[in-house]
């Protein structure tokens, strides 16, 4: 059963994080996360990118919750959630906690909607149970192995190389970077949201964790989990809404999408880089809503 009972973090904005906080406790993890907007309508699943949290996705999830039920899950060692002893913040774990927490709360009918690393967390976590899924809402995202990406493979490497993790420990570039320049191309992130993202990583030895989960992206076994899995959503719809500044957009993703899986709309959003759940968080919503009134009437 869900526990609303702990102290929030005084850096928590309580008007631009409008929710209520929920916990859970699972395989030792203390699991935070919210779950907002009526229980019979179809689940609108959150899946948070590397260095977000359920903050990520406000603006959704505030803009949705009267349609639909938003449910948005702070992984291990993110956010508001603490991660158990020995965890190691691979993907594979990873989706190994997001799997079981849509079991626990019994998740059916669910739109998953991921970005960046909530991608391949998400086709993992549920590629065994994808009769609980309607449908995928992607953006600056991948659900397959990277084996067909040397240049991105190339980056990993050297983004969670030993230099940038001694660099990052000490300056958090990570949570930066979700206001950046690099990522951003249409809007500025305020003090208040910039101080919501750094906020998990006050403490020094949270801030790799992050690169800990990229690196894992180039493990053999994830790559051919990955490839395993992502044939398990074929049938499904996906809204594909990538920017059309975003590198992995120049890297063809949103066409590999497409091809993966044929019953799909595609947005390339003007002017946006890779957080589009940030850089173009109205037109990702009313995007959406067109697309579902239209799924909606061919069910």
Not at 32 to 47: Q, S
Not at 150 to 167: D, E, H, K, N
Request: with cysteine; net charge positive.
């Amino acid at each position: 059963m869900p526990n609303t009972d702990r102290d929030v973090p005084d850096w928590v904005d309580r008007e631009a994080y409008p929710f209520e906080h929920k916990w859970m406790l699972l395989d030792g993890h203390q699991i935070h996360y919210v779950d907002e907007g009526p229980t019979t309508r179809p689940v609108l699943l959150f899946v948070h990118p590397g260095p977000g949290w359920s903050f990520t996705y406000r603006y959704q999830i505030e803009h949705l919750r009267n349609e639909f039920r938003c449910v948005g899950p702070d992984l291990p060692g993110y956010g508001l959630s603490e991660a158990a002893q020995g965890y190691g913040y691979t993907l594979i774990e990873q989706s190994r906690v997001l799997e079981k927490f849509v079991e626990t709360l019994d998740l059916r009918n669910i739109i998953v909607w991921m970005n960046d690393g909530g991608g391949p967390t998400a086709i993992l976590a549920l590629a065994h149970q994808t009769q609980r899924v309607i449908s995928l809402v992607v953006g600056g995202t991948f659900g397959w192995s990277l084996k067909r990406y040397p240049r991105v493979s190339r980056t990993l490497w050297l983004v969670t190389g030993p230099v940038f993790q001694a660099i990052n420990r000490y300056a958090n570039l990570l949570s930066r970077s979700m206001g950046s320049s690099m990522a951003l191309g249409t809007r500025s992130l305020s003090k208040t949201e910039r101080i919501n993202y750094a906020g998990p990583f006050r403490d020094r030895n949270a801030r790799n964790r992050p690169l800990k989960l990229f690196r894992s992206f180039l493990d053999q076994k994830t790559q051919l989990e990955l490839d395993r899995a992502l044939p398990a959503f074929h049938d499904k719809a996906v809204l594909i809404q990538f920017g059309d500044r975003d590198p992995m957009t120049g890297q063809k993703w949103p066409e590999r999408w497409a091809e993966e899986i044929p019953r799909h709309r595609t947005h390339l959003l003007p002017d946006v880089k890779h957080f589009t759940f940030e850089d173009a968080r109205e037109a990702t919503v009313e995007n959406f809503r067109v697309w579902w009134a239209e799924l909606e009437t061919k069910r």
